[in-house]
């Protein structure tokens, strides 16, 4: 059977957790507002930038929010441009692509990044090859809307039930779901197992191994 694996990338892919952080505190900082703490900022990772200052900042305007994210996206580029940005894939997590691939799975990427993080991420690492699909924050609603996953479908040509879906938030689960595409949590990202499950997940890995035995399982 075609099998179709749609990953998520901060906190599943990679490890991008302290690079977002300082990002969004120097966007907060720089409009004049205290950051939020850190533990909240983690939990909006995953979400579009609009969405996520939303989240962050909920008594503000739209126009704020706005404002905001784009305060962000140059704090973040800043970052880079410096060579200050580096997020790791985690331990394990290239080999377990490069097997996929190998044993004729279909990969693509579902996450809230831009287009252009999303590419120098993959480029970065070498596995941009390695996907046939790439979606992001720039061209869909934000998760948990299914606009990505459905434009995966489409494009790779395979069915829901052909596909799972990999990330680990709340918003990735529910995405998910909302597509009929089945769910695996994973617990090295932003949100707990309990949550996870809570929102739909099949089953949450605890390492890459264990993620690679539930695929190999589908």
């Avoid at 892919?13 to 983690?42: K, W």
Wanted: include cysteine; glycine fraction near 8%; charged fraction near 25%.
């Amino acid at each position: 059977m075609r099998r179709l694996a749609i990953f998520d990338c901060d906190g599943t892919l990679v490890d991008g957790q302290a690079n977002v952080c300082v990002a969004m505190e120097e966007a907060f900082e720089a409009s004049g507002r205290t950051p939020p703490p850190r533990p909240l900022i983690r939990r909006a990772v995953g979400l579009s930038l609009p969405q996520a200052m939303a989240m962050l900042l909920p008594e503000s305007t739209a126009e704020e929010q706005d404002a905001l994210a784009e305060r962000y996206r140059l704090a973040f580029r800043s970052h880079r441009e410096a060579g200050k940005v580096y997020e790791p894939l985690f331990e394990g997590m290239e080999e377990l692509l490069r097997h996929l691939h190998a044993a004729g799975w279909t990969l693509a990427v579902a996450t809230g990044k831009s287009d252009r993080g999303l590419a120098h991420c993959l480029a970065e690492h070498g596995i941009t090859e390695l996907f046939a699909s790439l979606q992001t924050a720039d061209r869909h609603p934000s998760k948990p809307h299914p606009s990505m996953i459905e434009q995966v479908l489409f494009e790779t040509d395979h069915t829901a039930d052909q596909a799972v879906m990999i990330g680990d938030t709340t918003f990735d689960m529910v995405m998910a779901e909302a597509a009929k595409v089945r769910p695996i949590g994973v617990d090295w990202g932003y949100h707990g197992a309990d949550e996870l499950v809570a929102s739909g997940a099949i089953g949450v890995a605890c390492d890459i191994d264990e993620l690679r035995r539930m695929l190999e399982a589908e």
